[in-house]
């Protein structure tokens, strides 16, 4: 690792301790106090020194765009010390204790009360989107202060349903649909099936069922006819959908294969025809030669 890579690792307090002045500090439109949220910032024999870390450096959190995320922050011996929470990225400060210091209100911290000799100050993130993933920097207010980083990553879940992106089922058979949830961080609250734009998995038809978890869903039709034909969609909760194309066969081969097989006996029809011709070319040169000779 480099010099500026240990630099961009450095707490954030030391990096501006580095850039700035004390008279820069008496600047800052935010007080030592206010940072502080009433506590007291001075190290003390109270627990201050001994405060440490129990999360991992560098521990990684993915979240589903558009869900919840909690980034980890757990403490033993806090004491009167603060808990700090930086975004990296543009170093900007998010929470100091309790309070927000950030326009966004989706940034929070559900802090433990301070009677409990572990606590965990955990960075939450409502409905988190791409632009939210990167690294975060926890910061003890010991002396000098001590950081964890925790990283996000944030995902976009999508759909994907089997044997697409067309399925062929013979009448009077089973229509069996599995749809797949990937990169899905939680289990969506509802997965909708459609069949063109009506939806099918909540009317109660008769033979129509759905099974599902918390990877996957499960479209079942019993004994498929020709009005099972369709654009059938898998349509999950927060996630990107997918869809397939259906076809109810009644006996006779799918158009796909028909186009297949017409392809294939005009290929057999046209190197029959070209091998016809250069016998023939052959022997019309052999005759030839025979009359010069």
């Given at each position: 690792?480099?010099?500026?890579?240990?630099?961009?690792?450095?707490?954030?307090?030391?990096?501006?301790?580095?850039?700035?002045s004390?008279?820069?500090?008496?600047?800052?439109?935010v007080?030592s106090?206010?940072?502080?949220?009433?506590?007291?910032?001075?190290a003390?024999?109270?627990?201050?020194l001994?405060?440490?870390?129990?999360?991992?450096?560098?521990?990684?959190?993915?979240?589903?765009?558009?869900?919840?995320?909690?980034l980890?922050?757990?403490?033993?011996?806090?004491?009167?010390g603060?808990?700090?929470?930086?975004?990296?990225?543009?170093?900007?400060?998010?929470?100091?204790?309790?309070?927000?210091?950030?326009?966004d209100?989706?940034?929070?911290?559900?802090?433990?009360?301070?009677?409990?000799?572990?606590?965990?100050?955990?960075?939450q993130?409502?409905?988190?989107?791409?632009?939210?993933?990167?690294?975060?920097?926890?910061?003890?207010?010991?002396?000098?202060?001590?950081?964890?980083?925790?990283?996000?990553?944030?995902?976009?879940?999508?759909a994907?349903?089997?044997?697409?992106p067309?399925?062929y089922?013979?009448?009077?058979?089973?229509?069996?649909?599995t749809?797949h949830?990937r990169?899905?961080?939680?289990?969506?609250?509802?997965?909708?099936?459609?069949?063109?734009?009506?939806?099918?998995?909540?009317?109660?038809?008769?033979?129509?069922?759905?099974?599902?978890?918390?990877?996957?869903?499960?479209?079942?039709?019993?004994?498929?006819?020709?009005m099972?034909?369709g654009?059938?969609?898998?349509?999950?909760y927060?996630?990107?959908?997918?869809?397939?194309?259906?076809?109810?066969?009644?006996g006779?081969?799918?158009?796909?294969?028909q186009?297949?097989?017409?392809?294939?006996?005009?290929?057999?029809?046209?190197?029959?025809?070209?091998?016809?011709?250069v016998?023939?070319?052959?022997?019309?040169?052999?005759?030839?030669?025979?009359?010069?000779?």
């Amino acid at each position: 690792m480099n010099d500026s890579s240990r630099n961009n690792l450095e707490p954030l307090s030391q990096q501006q301790n580095k850039a700035s002045s004390t008279s820069s500090n008496a600047k800052s439109s935010v007080t030592s106090a206010e940072l502080y949220d009433g506590f007291s910032s001075s190290a003390t024999a109270s627990g201050v020194l001994s405060a440490r870390f129990l999360t991992p450096n560098g521990t990684l959190i993915t979240a589903q765009r558009g869900t919840p995320a909690s980034l980890p922050c757990e403490v033993v011996s806090l004491g009167d010390g603060v808990v700090t929470w930086f975004r990296r990225k543009d170093f900007h400060l998010l929470t100091v204790g309790h309070a927000v210091y950030s326009s966004d209100e989706r940034f929070h911290v559900q802090g433990p009360m301070r009677s409990t000799q572990t606590q965990d100050w955990a960075l939450q993130i409502r409905f988190v989107q791409e632009r939210d993933s990167g690294l975060y920097e926890c910061q003890l207010s010991t002396h000098p202060p001590s950081s964890l980083f925790v990283e996000l990553v944030v995902v976009e879940a999508h759909a994907e349903i089997d044997g697409g992106p067309e399925k062929y089922v013979k009448s009077g058979s089973t229509l069996k649909l599995t749809c797949h949830l990937r990169q899905s961080s939680v289990t969506p609250d509802f997965v909708f099936w459609y069949q063109d734009e009506r939806m099918i998995n909540y009317e109660g038809a008769a033979g129509v069922k759905v099974i599902s978890d918390a990877a996957s869903s499960t479209l079942i039709i019993e004994r498929a006819q020709s009005m099972h034909s369709g654009n059938y969609s898998c349509v999950p909760y927060n996630v990107n959908p997918s869809s397939v194309i259906v076809h109810i066969l009644n006996g006779e081969k799918p158009a796909a294969m028909q186009h297949s097989s017409a392809t294939l006996h005009w290929y057999s029809v046209s190197v029959i025809f070209i091998v016809e011709c250069v016998f023939l070319k052959l022997n019309g040169v052999a005759g030839s030669l025979q009359e010069w000779l």
